[in-house]
């Protein structure tokens, strides 16, 4: 009996801890079923990178991009053997766990109508269809470091006084710049400048943290090739310079209303609703992630991964205070509308000047 009466006091002391932890186990599963059937697609419409996929298996080599070389390096590093289809369950694995953390925490510490709003907030956006669809690329991990850069910045905005959280981001920092060192960054700088804006103050610890993480890891990615003996390279810039401005241009103007329908997935009123609200800030990221995209070819993919860390760090902003009944209301029928779109609408993303359709969700 006295057992008893402990375990029941202890789960009234953390109730909401250990409610919140099971919503986010339950996620992880439902997000998995969810995202098949709304993303599922044919071979023709998947963009698989084999290439990553040998690189797990073999040590640094030429072959290795010296930007984003830590995402098949640290399956070999950890000794982890995958085969083909292992590799492409880890790729997804990584985005449901990291969207149950971020619904696990967003409940405990903000509610949890925000915990669950965030995990269909996020099923229902660009980064869930182009992660489901392009298997095997370093998105994977720079989404995860993204999630936890937001989550830390928002423990360390909770409890300045801990240095803990300043080392954690630090280190989140040197991963990402390891991960995919361009993306990050602007990953970074657009996080950090939605936070200083929402909260009319630049925390220069952070700010410090920043660049000095992001210094570190290109100068340490650098020694890792140098001491392997592996010619630095950068192929990414490489590309980027070789087509003229008139060739992006070309690219991104054609289908250009349906290249913008597709970085919102049907999360548009969301986003307008933000506007309504006098965020500014979400619409000069908006903006910078646009110019950013304008010299990639995987247009959707990069706007995804660019733009939604920042609106996912807004929402968790904006939940500090609380939601009201009626935000709340708007917030649920954004979600039902973003549903119905993608239920009714053939999904798509851009690559290059072509639109890649998945293929209707439901058959009439």
């Not at 229902?124 to 936890?148: C, E, K, M, R």
């Not at 290249?259 to 999360?267: D, E, I, M, P, R």
């Not at 733009?307 to 939601?323: E, K, V």
Request: hydrophobic content about 50%.
């Amino acid at each position: 009996m006295k057992v008893l009466n402990s375990i029941l006091e202890i789960f009234s002391k953390r109730k909401k801890l250990i409610v919140s932890v099971l919503i986010g186990f339950v996620s992880i599963f439902f997000l998995k079923e969810a995202s098949y059937f709304l993303y599922k697609s044919s071979p023709e419409s998947q963009v698989i990178n084999s290439g990553f996929y040998y690189l797990s298996k073999s040590d640094l080599s030429k072959e290795y991009d010296s930007d984003s070389f830590l995402f098949p390096y640290h399956l070999k590093i950890l000794k982890i053997d995958l085969s083909p289809e292992g590799f492409k369950r880890y790729c997804k694995f990584l985005l449901y766990i990291i969207s149950a953390i971020l619904i696990a925490y967003a409940s405990c510490f903000r509610g949890y109508f925000t915990g669950i709003f965030l995990g269909f907030f996020l099923l229902l956006s660009p980064v869930y269809l182009i992660q489901n669809n392009w298997i095997g690329f370093a998105d994977h991990l720079t989404f995860f470091w993204s999630v936890l850069l937001i989550l830390f910045l928002d423990l360390r905005d909770r409890d300045k006084g801990k240095k803990i959280y300043l080392y954690v981001l630090f280190l989140l920092f040197v991963l990402g710049s390891w991960t995919h060192f361009y993306q990050f960054i602007a990953i970074s700088f657009f996080v950090l400048f939605l936070n200083f804006w929402e909260k009319k103050e630049i925390d220069r610890e952070i700010l410090k943290i920043f660049l000095l993480g992001i210094v570190v890891g290109r100068v340490s990615s650098f020694l890792v090739f140098y001491l392997n003996g592996i010619e630095w390279n950068e192929r990414r810039l490489d590309t980027a310079q070789s087509l003229g401005f008139a060739r992006w241009y070309s690219m991104h103007t054609k289908h250009i209303l349906l290249t913008l329908v597709s970085f919102w997935n049907g999360l548009l009123f969301l986003f307008l609703e933000n506007l309504a609200r006098r965020k500014i800030s979400i619409l000069l990221v908006c903006f910078g992630a646009f110019f950013i995209t304008f010299f990639t070819a995987d247009t959707t993919r990069v706007f995804s991964h660019l733009f939604y860390p920042a609106w996912i760090s807004l929402w968790l902003i904006r939940s500090q205070i609380g939601f009201s009944n009626r935000e709340k209301w708007i917030l649920g029928s954004g979600l039902v509308l973003a549903a119905i779109y993608l239920l009714a609408f053939d999904p798509f993303y851009k690559w290059g000047g072509d639109l890649i359709y998945l293929g209707p969700r439901i058959s009439f």
